[in-house]
């Protein structure tokens, strides 16, 4: 039983070998001839494909109402970024709080409108505090004033910080005469 194994093995073993040798023989001669061999991956570099006598590829231009639409919230959307910046100048706020907890700030945020009615209120993120600031003052004595109404409503850690804000005039001009004392 042995022994049969050994001359099973060893027969599987010649056969591999002669069948191995003889492949070689059978790839040379599906070459076509030795030149081929020599430019096997030269790629021709002065080919020209206008010499194909081809026709040319036409492709219609499809405007549909989607694209249309599409590309007009591209307008839209650029030209209110532009305005905003234009809009925007470097003023002063009052800032009211700074805290880390969002539904703490979102409270602050509600009780700020109730309270300052004439004045715009916001609610900012800025990692990792959220920060409740006060109105849209172009100068520093009026964020000061704001400031002492601020703290004069309950809002004791109120400060005046430097940012970009924007003015309107016709809120400024109203806030003016609303603030004046009657004559």
């Known amino acids: 039983m042995k022994t049969a194994k050994i001359y099973f093995g060893l027969y599987v073993l010649i056969i591999f070998i002669f069948g191995c040798s003889g492949s070689k023989k059978l790839m040379t001669e599906s070459k076509e001839s ?10 021709n570099e002065f080919f020209d494909p206008l010499i194909l006598d081809e026709e040319d590829l036409k492709i219609k231009k499809t405007i549909s109402v989607e694209s249309k639409s599409d590309q007009m919230d591209d307008v ?33 945020h509600r009780d700020a409108i109730l309270k300052f009615l004439d004045e715009e209120v916001y609610l900012i993120y800025d990692s990792p505090y959220y920060k409740v600031r006060v109105g849209n003052c172009l100068t520093r004595y009026e964020a000061d004033k704001l400031q002492q109404l601020a703290i004069e409503k309950g809002f004791d850690d ?14 400024d001009s109203s806030r003016n005469v609303r603030n004046k004392p009657p004559n």
């Open 34 to 43: 030795p030149a081929d061999e020599k430019n096997t991956g030269i790629i």
């Open 76 to 108: 839209l959307s650029q030209s209110a970024i532009d305005q905003q910046r234009s809009e925007s100048v470097t003023g002063f706020r009052v800032q009211i709080c700074a805290v880390s907890d969002e539904e703490g700030a979102r409270q602050i």
């Open 158 to 171: 109120a400060w005046v910080v430097r940012t970009k804000i924007k003015p309107n005039s016709t809120d």
